[in-house]
């Protein structure tokens, strides 16, 4: 538990800061302050403090970056993590550009879930906010689902004025494919110029435009997941559509059950604070179990009420240095 009676029962894994992809909104513009691989966590660091996490009731891991694929060991982070006992959920965010050739041996070594990031489908908008190309990242979503995953879902960042018309087209995709699309509220985790207020979309209006094509029935909470999505099924199109409006939805954080942990190995307890705890030492260093439960412990202990997204908040390192 954290100081407000929130369970933390899910922690945010990042294995790499570096990305194949530059998604304007993730990573800024010419960055240059990639981290040392040395100070990146390794298979056996991790091992341990996911170990130490499920004796404090962590139940659900997700593995994220940067591009969790560009680690080449990411199959032995896996396995790794996915037998320890009380894991219920292991899961992998990626931008799928490089799932098609491992989708199957992830899964073999214990993957359960994986989520893609797919902002538009249009070649020429998925370039303008990624940099690169959507097939990739649709061979992808083939593989994984046919790996046989226990669920597949796509993501969607909302960018007023980018990437609006790809909406319903992305609706009519996961429809076909039979995946949850996410629509997410952009979050000022990077240079403010892309996160102006011209550009962001509330996920209230992405609602009521998909409520103009079609009738939403709401579904019940937790029906995919851990996380702070909201499901909808759109009854004709039968597409299963979440919003997650961590800007706009009020007492967005009170259900919040998770903390982050960057590649280098800082705990991070919310994402839209600056509060961090560095663990490496633990993990590297002084090698003791009692050592990381204490910063685990103290990291929830310090974990926020609420993100600072609403206050000027001015992100420190970029969302590719932090962890999606
Ligand atoms: N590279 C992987 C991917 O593309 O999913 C994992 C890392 S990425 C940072 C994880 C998630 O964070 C993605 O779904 C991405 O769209 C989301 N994300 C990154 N920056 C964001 C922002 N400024 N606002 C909202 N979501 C963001």
Redesign the pocket.
């Known amino acids: 538990m954290d100081a407000f009676g929130r369970k933390i029962d899910y922690l945010r894994i ?1 294995v790499t800061d570096r ?1 194949n ?1 530059r ?1 304007v ?2 990573l800024p513009e010419g960055y240059r302050g990639w981290q040392p691989r040395a100070e990146h966590l390794e298979v056996a660091e991790l091992e341990q403090l996911a170990r130490v996490a499920t004796e404090l009731g962590v139940r659900k891991f997700r593995l ?5 694929l560009l680690r080449r060991d990411l199959p032995e982070i896996v396995s790794a993590i996915a037998k320890l006992p009380g894991v219920e959920s292991l899961g992998l ?4 550009t490089r799932l098609a050739s491992c989708a199957g041996s992830l899964r073999l070594a214990g993957l359960r879930t994986v ?3 797919l ?1 538009a489908l249009n070649p020429a908008v998925y370039r303008r906010i990624t940099g690169g190309n959507p097939q990739a990242a649709l061979d992808g979503v083939r593989a994984a689902l046919a790996a046989g995953f226990e669920c597949v879902k796509l ?3 909302l960018m007023r004025g980018v990437n609006e018309a790809e909406i319903w087209p992305l609706v009519l995709y996961a429809g076909e494919l039979g995946v949850p699309l996410r629509l ?7 240079t403010s110029t ?2 102006d207020e011209s550009n962001f979309l509330p996920v209230s209006e992405a609602m009521q435009r998909l409520g103009e094509r079609d009738e939403l029935v709401a579904l019940p909470e937790r029906h995919f997941g851990w996380g702070p999505a909201r499901y909808y099924r759109l009854r004709h199109t039968g597409a299963v559509v979440g919003f997650i409006g ?1 800007l706009t939805t009020p007492h967005f954080c009170d259900t919040c059950n998770k903390m982050r942990l960057t590649a280098d190995g800082k705990i991070r307890p919310c994402l839209g604070d600056h509060g961090e705890l560095d663990l490496r030492p633990s993990l590297r260093q002084v090698r003791s179990d009692d050592a990381v439960r204490e910063m685990l412990l103290l990291a929830m202990a310090r974990k926020p009420r609420e993100h600072q997204f609403r206050n000027q908040y001015q992100p420190c390192r970029p ?2 240095a932090i ?2």
């Not at 965010?93 to 799928?96: D, I, K, P």
């Not at 997410?184 to 990077?190: A, F, G, N, W």
């Open positions: 990042s990305c992809e998604c909104y993730c994220t970056g940067g591009e969790p965010s990626t931008n799928g989520n893609v990031s902002d993501n969607c960042v997410i509220e952009l979050m000022p985790v990077t892309v996160l961590a969302m590719t962890g999606g």
